[in-house]
């Protein structure tokens, strides 16, 4: 069978560097590119294009790793938040505690899918995030539009925090 005929590799192996570094128990972090369509993260604590997700069980909940993409939820300054990432946005997925994991190399099936976007950096993935529940944010008094933006964490590394 020609390559070009052939599923993508990257969600196969994205979930089996996920359970390899859980089974080693150590913190598997993704890195996205923003810039890509429909990407749906905070994108406050993006930097360069790109932002980091630490995605270990007990940092967001309901962890989906799919043929098209990556759903979760977490809370980010806060405020709960739901995570879609397609494939082709996955960058490459590592252990925080020793850089151990991979950079996904680029497949034919994802660089289509972003050439016949166009113009995908004139809509604002920052504007499609949504509450997930009616939970007000850990601090401040009004969510409403007037508010700043949460700041990113002091050290320059984004970070989700565990909720019980």
Not at 94 to 117: C, D, I, K, V
Not at 118 to 143: F, H, K, M, Q, Y
């Amino acid at each position: 069978m020609d390559m070009s005929q052939m599923t993508p590799r990257r969600p196969y192996l994205l979930r089996a560097f996920y359970d390899w570094l859980l089974d080693n128990n150590l913190t598997p972090h993704l890195v996205v590119d923003v810039t890509r369509p429909d990407v749906m993260v905070p994108m406050e604590f993006a930097r360069d294009g790109q932002i980091v997700l630490n995605i270990a069980p007990r940092a967001v909940g309901n962890l989906q790793l799919g043929d098209d993409g990556v759903l979760f939820n977490a809370r980010f300054g806060g405020v709960p938040r739901q995570v879609s990432v397609p494939m082709a946005a996955v960058l490459a997925i590592y252990a925080r505690e020793n850089g151990a994991g991979t950079l996904f190399e680029s497949e034919p099936a994802y660089e289509a899918g972003n050439e016949a976007e166009g113009s995908a950096e004139d809509s604002a993935p920052a504007d499609n995030l949504s509450v997930i529940d009616g939970d007000r944010p850990d601090t401040g008094d009004d969510n409403g539009p007037d508010d700043e933006p949460p700041q990113p964490p002091r050290d320059g590394r984004p970070a989700l925090r565990v909720v019980k």
